[in-house]
C-alpha cells in the first residue's frame, strides 16, 4: 500500500482511486499536526490529494417522488458505490488498526485494490481538440497468447457516473477474464453522453467522433478483432448504444442496452443504419428512471426498440423465439426473452419482470434508494457476452 506524509511529516494510509475517476480519501493513523513552525494553522490545507478528484459530488434525495418524470441522466445504482466499498474497507481498518495489526491492514488493503484495478490503465485521447479519458481492461491471458486478437467491449456509464463506478458495479473485468476479450470503460464529458434529449442532438458533444477515433487509436495500440467489437451501457450509456448501433453499424457488430432503449431523436436523424447489427435490450418493467413503456419526444418504448430493430435487420416476419427465468425464486422478479434472427443477426428484447433500474445479477446496493429490484434470475453479464458471441459481421 502507498503511503504517503501529511503536513506534520506523520505517515498516513492513502487509498488511491483518483487515476480511475473515484475520490480518494485520507485516513490518518492519529491526530494530525495542523500548525507550522511559526504556529499558524495549515488545516485549509491539508487535503493530500495530487489532483483533483473526479468523483461526482452529488446530493440523493432518497424522498424523491417518482410520480413526476425523472430525466433519464438521474441514475442511482453506483451513485456511491465507490464510497460504499471504501466504507467497507474503512471498518476493517479501524478494527485492525484499534488491535495494532498495522501490518496486516496493508496486506488485506493492497490484496483488495490490486484485485480490483490489476489490468487496468487509465489513458486518455485528444479528439476535437479536447482531452478525452477512458479505462482499459485487458484479460490474463493477452500476454499469453500473443498471436491472438481479442474481441473488444466498450461498457459506458451511465449519465452522473463515471467510468471507474462502471466497472466496480458491472464487474465486467472478471467475465473478460473468464471468456479472454479487452474491456473499455470510455468517460463522458460532464458524466453524461450525448443521446439527442436533454443535449442538442447535432451541436452537443461529439461523442461518437470520440468513440470512432478511439476505436482507431485502441486497433493501433492493441490486438483487436475488428469483426468483434461490442457495446453496452447502462442507462445514459445504454441510449448511446443505440446511437452506436445507428451510426457506427459499420464498426461494431452487436450492441446491448441496459436499462435504456431507442432515443427518438436517433430515429430521426438515421433512416437507415449502414449495415445490420446485433441489438440486445434489457429492461425492468418497473424501472421508474426509464420507463419501459417510453416517454413521448424522448425515448421509445422498450417493445418498440425491439420492433425497430427487427426491421432494420429484416427481421418484421421473421417468428419470435420466447423463454422465460426464474432461477431465483425469492427475488421477485423473472425473466421473458423474445429473440428473432437471420443467419448472422440476432434482435433480442430481455423483459426483466418487476425488476428496476438496475444491471440484473449485480450487487442490489439498493441502500433504501428507489430505484427498483435488481433481478437475480440471470447473470446479465454472461448473457449480454453469449448474445455478442452469437452475431456475425457480414
Not at 43 to 60: C, M, T, V
Not at 275 to 300: F, N, Q, R
Request: hydrophobic share 35%; charged share 25%.
Amino acid at each position: 500500500m502507498n503511503l504517503f506524509r501529511n503536513e506534520g511529516g506523520q505517515k498516513c494510509p492513502g487509498i488511491f482511486f483518483d487515476n480511475l475517476g473515484l475520490i480518494k480519501k485520507e485516513y490518518p493513523m492519529k491526530k494530525l499536526n495542523s500548525k507550522n513552525e511559526k504556529g499558524e494553522d495549515l488545516s485549509a490545507n491539508l487535503d493530500l490529494r495530487s489532483h483533483k478528484s473526479h468523483y461526482p459530488k452529488r446530493e440523493l434525495k432518497r424522498k424523491a417522488s417518482f410520480n413526476s418524470q425523472l430525466p433519464a441522466r438521474f441514475h442511482f445504482p453506483a451513485a456511491n458505490y465507490a464510497n460504499y466499498l471504501i466504507n467497507q474497507i474503512l471498518k476493517v481498518c479501524s478494527l485492525l488498526l484499534n488491535m495494532k495489526i498495522k501490518s496486516v491492514v496493508t496486506i488485506l488493503l493492497t490484496c483488495l485494490l490490486t484485485s480490483m484495478i490489476v489490468n487496468a490503465q487509465v489513458k486518455s485521447l485528444v479528439v476535437n481538440d479536447v482531452k478525452r479519458r477512458y479505462i482499459v481492461y485487458v484479460p490474463k491471458s493477452y500476454e499469453i497468447k500473443k498471436d491472438k486478437n481479442f474481441p473488444v467491449v466498450f461498457n459506458f456509464h451511465g449519465g452522473g457516473m463515471t467510468m471507474a463506478e462502471q466497472m466496480l458495479y458491472t464487474q465486467m473485468n472478471k467475465t473478460a477474464d473468464k471468456y479472454n476479450f479487452i474491456v473499455v470503460y470510455p468517460q463522458g464529458i460532464k458524466q453524461d453522453w450525448n443521446v439527442g434529449f436533454e443535449m442538442s442532438y447535432t451541436e452537443g458533444t461529439d461523442d461518437i467522433g470520440f468513440i470512432d477515433s478511439l476505436l482507431t487509436s485502441l486497433a493501433k495500440d492493441y490486438r483487436i478483432d475488428s469483426k468483434k467489437v461490442y457495446a453496452t451501457g447502462l442507462s445514459r450509456g445504454g441510449f448511446f448504444c443505440q446511437r452506436i448501433a445507428s451510426e457506427l453499424s459499420d464498426k461494431f457488430t452487436a450492441i446491448a442496452s441496459v436499462g435504456a432503449t431507442m432515443p427518438e431523436p436517433v430515429v430521426k436523424h438515421n433512416n437507415r443504419t449502414k449495415t445490420k447489427i446485433g441489438v440486445m435490450i434489457v429492461h425492468g418493467t418497473s424501472d421508474e428512471v426509464v420507463k419501459y413503456e417510453g416517454k413521448k419526444e424522448a425515448y421509445l418504448s422498450a417493445l418498440e426498440t425491439y420492433k425497430y430493430w427487427k426491421s432494420q435487420n429484416d427481421l418484421s416476419n421473421s417468428k419470435d423465439i420466447s423463454k422465460t427465468i426464474d432461477g431465483n425464486k425469492s427475488d421477485g422478479t423473472r425473466v421473458l426473452i423474445s429473440e428473432s434472427m437471420n443467419d448472422s443477426n440476432y434482435v433480442s428484447l430481455v423483459t426483466i419482470k418487476e425488476g428496476g433500474h438496475t444491471w440484473a445479477g449485480a450487487d442490489s446496493f439498493n441502500i433504501g434508494l428507489p430505484i427498483g429490484k435488481t433481478s437475480q434470475d440471470i447473470n446479465l453479464n454472461e448473457l449480454i457476452w453469449e448474445f455478442f458471441t452469437k452475431n456475425r459481421k457480414e
